[in-house]
């Protein structure tokens, strides 16, 4: 074997990752695309989880298990988050997250819409590549929501492209890559082509925020904090993140731009109407960019939530690059040798799956590897403890939890990286969907694969009468709301949209 092919590179990367002598898993496209409207976040009497954690709450609450963004990335425990804000000019909200209907809006049930794409992806993380379609119009929420509670199941979904707004080619195409120099030297490049035919403005904000983990009564040795620092070599702006577990991360930006710090903390004031436990929340950066409320983010640059705001006009048809890079090492000069680092990995890549998709045509080669890259993608940090989800944690839940959902699973415990069946429409664990994908991961990452097989089995997941964990909804795997006469059993999550009629019964 010649070690210096580019072939081997990410077999190199494996083998390490085997024979745990480098951690190439502790950084990855981990963040989920929804974290509101599951079963994780509702603590309802009736479980109705779609409402009782929506899109509009996202902005200003805080999460309680996991965290999303758009083309994100976060550590193995999800700790530390980086993902990708955008502002056009006129939407209500900076988009922070994927939007769609929810299961009971959507005249088929949950629908993301939005238009987002996985280009590609090595098992190591080493590459990574997204994008997506950011209309320049102002985006049409309530119109799709209207539209789709309007139409019956007969009719078809009401999706972003029937609203027109791409006409012209009037949207933006946001591309994110991410090039890893070492499993804790993470650079990446944001590329933003505008394909309408006259100059326009967009507003680029990186974001950079720790998962809140002290709201919940966890015992921490310290609090984590983000604060700006003297810039290196070569760099518009860099900043420090220390957390008491993941320990120190540099993050560096070449281009000059606004840094704008806050706490990642409820805006209770918005929500419910009770005053704000800390002057400065979640939501801030929607009011500093869109409302130019610059008492929404805290002057002495420091927090547990940061974002870096450009401004970019950008010509018809021109391309604007932004580049970052995040590291566990302060670097004198970050973007040193970011050239290098991305070509190598992109011809890293290219080899590798030139090397185990052989014998295929050009279009057969093209369409399995972004299918893997979409597998990939999948990977999502997953956390659910059951026995404290039940129980509540400073608030008691209602006493209808108690004999509710997923009560006969108090053993459960996740906090893992989990395959998961989609990073929108289905961010939870599902150990069907699990299993089918394990099957073609297998092909890019075999230990990955089977590592997922054995969680599955492991005591946290397993139940003590030997029955693994069916999905999210109902580990059970029963919904007594779909039972005719106890005769049949369905599928179906609580909260489905799908009138029973339509409802695909198994026999018991």
Known sequence: MNDNLPTEAERRRLEAQHNEHENWRLWGPYLAERAWGTVREDYSAKGTAWEYFDHDQACSRV??????GMGGICDDEQRLCLALALWNGKDPILKERAFGVTGNQGNHGEDVKEHYFYLDATPSHSYLRYLYKYPQSEYPYRQLVAENQRRTR???????????????????DVEMRYAK????????????????????????????????????????????????????????????????????????GEQQAELLFTENETNTERLWETTNPAPYVKDAF????????????NPSQTGTKFAAWNIL????????????????????????????????????????????????SAEDYAIARQALAGMIWNKQYYHYDVARWLDGDLIPPPAQRNR??????????????????????????????LAYQCSVLALVDVDFAKNQIDLMLKERYLHPKGQIAAYEWSFEDVNPRYLPRGRSRCFAPNGCSVVRETCIFLSA
């Open 63 to 68: 999460y309680r298990w996991n965290e999303d």
């Open 313 to 360: 006009t950008i010509a018809a048809g021109a391309t604007a690059e932004l580049r970052l890079v995040l590291t566990a090492r302060h670097l004198d000069r970050p973007f040193g040798s970011s050239d290098a680092v991305f070509a190598a990995r992109e011809s890293e890549a290219e080899a590798y799956y030139r090397s185990i998709l052989t014998h295929t």
């Open 154 to 172: 007969h009719e078809p979904s009401y999706n972003l492209l029937d609203t027109g707004i791409f006409a012209d080619n009037c949207y933006w």
């Open 404 to 433: 509710g959902r997923n009560h006969l699973w108090r053993h459960l415990k996740a906090a893992d990286v989990v395959s998961m069946p989609d990073t929108w429409e289905y961010p939870w664990f599902a150990s069907w969907d």
């Open 181 to 252: 120099a070492a499993v804790d030297e993470i650079h990446l490049r944001i590329s933003i082509t505008n394909r309408a035919a006259t100059p326009a403005t967009l507003h680029v904000l990186p974001t950079l925020w720790f998962r809140n983990t002290w709201a919940w009564g966890d015992k921490i040795n310290a609090h984590p904090r983000i604060t700006a620092e003297a810039k290196s070599v070569g760099c518009g702006w860099s900043i420090t993140a220390h957390h008491p577990s993941l320990g120190n991360y540099w993050l560096y």
């Open 286 to 297: 929607h009011r500093r960019v869109i409302s130019g409320d610059t008492g929404a983010v």
